[in-house]
């Protein structure tokens, strides 16, 4: 499957107050590498592992992969994953015909609030939120990946 995705930065916290669900998500990477993550993520009560491709030029589009596993699976190969693990808050946000995932990260990368969009190409247009700041798709250095080694607090 191919995935289209922005990512911003965001520059208040009135997000919060829109959300119409927030769940607490624990991550790791068996693979980092940015031509190809693998990912072990607790989301809830529920486990997933995630392949991701390399992102195309623009960083909107790349390959993903995703299959639920049992949440007691997910936290065996947590254990087997690289140093520098993900803990952060999504919330997700109605903004007229889209959801916005805004990540609010805590440990290491604490601090740190990016919003996502999914979108079905890379030219769709979408109402953007007064919370909504600066784009950063295409900085590498916002990728969960990237964070889980460089910690936001080390920048």
Known sequence: ???IERKFLVKSNE???QAFIQNRIAQ?????NPER??????KGEKGFLTIKGKGNESGMTRFEWEKEIPVEEALLLLDLCEAGKIDKIR????????????DEFFGENEGLIIAEIE?????ESFEK???LGEEVTNDERYYNAYLSQNPFKNW
């Open 1 to 3: 499957m191919i995935e």
């Open 15 to 17: 997000f919060k107050s």
């Open 28 to 32: 790791g990477y068996l693979n980092s």
């Open 37 to 42: 993550t693998v990912r072990v993520r607790i």
């Open 91 to 102: 919330f997700e946000i109605k903004v007229g015909n889209h959801s916005f995932e805004v």
């Open 119 to 123: 979108l079905s190409s890379e030219n």
């Open 129 to 131: 939120p007064n919370w």
